[in-house]
């Protein structure tokens, strides 16, 4: 039997499998914020779609970050506003919950897709609907031995991003517990953020995530 294809989120988890939630961002904030991202070693950004003019800021986003970075959008609930983001030049579509019509709706157009699950029944619904990865959210109320026993069920090739209340301090028991990754909003960025507070966590998440012991 072969192996399953690797998710197309995989590559972009090198140096740092960091996802950037980007709630609120605006267009005129993108190229800093993208910036101060970027140089911490972040490759997947999402411009939440309740932020203001998203499709203008995922534009913007794709052309400062280039093919090096997967970029796309979040708080994705319609399957309408999947082909929006793809139009926009967004590559990856991520939920706060497990719909399956939005997941099939990204991976028919081609696009990568991470949907929010709170439960193994979920995760395997979204795994049937095509998720490349799933997003545990909201991990602050998902403890690790949570994910500890998602991960003696879940097939074993399944990328799991834990999201939600994650900061530089608490990732190691989430890793342990067999995280792949993490995604993190509010304790990164927030609507008109200094850059250089912005630059700083990014930092600040970067060297807790080359802290981690190998899985």
Same mark, same amino acid.
């Given at each position: 039997?072969?192996?399953?294809?690797?998710?197309?989120?995989?590559?972009?988890?090198?140096?740092?499998? #960091? @996802?950037?939630?980007?709630? =609120?961002?605006?267009?005129?904030?993108? =190229?800093? @914020?993208?910036?101060?991202?970027?140089?911490?070693?972040?490759?997947?950004? $999402?411009?939440?779609?309740?932020?203001?003019?998203?499709? $203008?800021?995922?534009?913007?986003?794709?052309?400062?970050?280039?093919?090096?970075?997967?970029?796309?959008?979040? !708080?994705? @609930?319609?399957?309408?506003?999947?082909?929006?983001?793809?139009?926009?030049?967004?590559?990856?579509?991520?939920?706060?919950?497990?719909?399956?019509?939005?997941?099939?709706?990204?991976?028919?157009?081609?696009? +990568?897709? #991470?949907?929010?699950?709170? !439960?193994?029944? $979920?995760?395997?619904?979204?795994? +049937?609907?095509?998720?490349?990865?799933?997003?545990?959210?909201?991990?602050?109320? #998902?403890?690790?031995?949570?994910?500890?026993?998602?991960?003696?069920?879940?097939?074993?090739?399944?990328?799991?991003?834990?999201?939600?209340?994650?900061?530089?301090?608490? #990732?190691?028991?989430?890793w342990q517990a067999g995280a792949d990754g993490f995604g993190t909003g509010s304790?990164?960025?927030?609507?008109?953020?200094?850059?250089?507070?912005?630059?700083? +966590?990014?930092?600040?998440?970067?060297?807790?995530? $080359?802290?981690?012991?190998?899985?």
């Amino acid at each position: 039997m072969s192996a399953p294809p690797a998710s197309p989120i995989a590559r972009f988890l090198d140096p740092l499998p #960091l @996802v950037a939630v980007l709630r =609120g961002i605006t267009p005129d904030e993108v =190229g800093g @914020v993208a910036d101060a991202l970027i140089d911490a070693g972040f490759r997947i950004l $999402e411009v939440t779609l309740n932020s203001p003019r998203p499709f $203008e800021s995922i534009v913007a986003l794709v052309r400062r970050a280039g093919d090096g970075c997967l970029i796309g959008a979040g !708080t994705v @609930v319609d399957p309408a506003d999947v082909a929006r983001v793809r139009d926009a030049g967004g590559r990856v579509i991520v939920m706060p919950h497990g719909d399956p019509a939005v997941i099939r709706e990204a991976k028919r157009l081609g696009l +990568a897709c #991470l949907p929010g699950v709170a !439960t193994p029944t $979920e995760a395997y619904a979204a795994l +049937a609907a095509g998720a490349d990865a799933l997003k545990m959210f909201p991990a602050e109320g #998902l403890p690790p031995a949570v994910l500890k026993a998602w991960r003696a069920v879940l097939p074993r090739s399944t990328l799991v991003f834990a999201v939600g209340g994650m900061r530089p301090d608490n #990732l190691l028991a989430y890793w342990q517990a067999g995280a792949d990754g993490f995604g993190t909003g509010s304790n990164l960025y927030r609507p008109g953020a200094d850059l250089e507070l912005v630059r700083a +966590a990014a930092v600040a998440y970067a060297r807790a995530v $080359e802290a981690l012991p190998p899985h």
